[in-house]
Nanobody, 124 residues
């Protein structure tokens, strides 16, 4: 089993930056595809970014391209999401997830382990 704990969320103003962290425990995530997802009130969960085990592949939703950067440190069993130039529409609960079953995916249904989420609120 893998436990994922997100941190780094908060309340910021438009244009600000935040870095989310996702610390894994229980077993190494070095071979897993990792993803960040978000869910705003009344909306479905959506994929934000994903990174494969070696960091050679990354995926970004069109809405965050050029503003968000996903990265990982396998030695620290941690994944990050650097979020710059935040907008009110980025307000959501952000979840970290791990896929042990798929070498490359950003579909939420293909992820096996999920964190509890961290709230990001961007005020205008």
């Amino acid at each position: 089993q893998v436990q994922l704990v997100e941190s780094g969320g908060g309340l910021v103003q438009t244009g600000a930056s935040l870095r989310l962290s996702c610390a894994a425990s229980g077993r190494t995530i070095s071979t897993y595809t990792m993803g960040w997802f978000r869910q705003a009130p009344g909306q479905e969960r959506e994929s934000v970014a994903a990174i494969n085990w070696s960091s050679s592949k990354t995926y970004y939703a069109d809405s965050v391209k050029g503003r968000f950067t996903i990265s990982r440190d396998n030695a620290k069993n941690t994944v990050y999401l650097q979020m710059n130039n935040l907008k009110p529409e980025d307000t959501a609960v952000y979840y970290c997830a791990a896929s042990a079953s798929y070498a490359w995916t950003w579909s939420s249904g293909n992820y096996d382990y999920w964190g509890q989420g961290t709230q990001v609120t961007v005020s205008s």
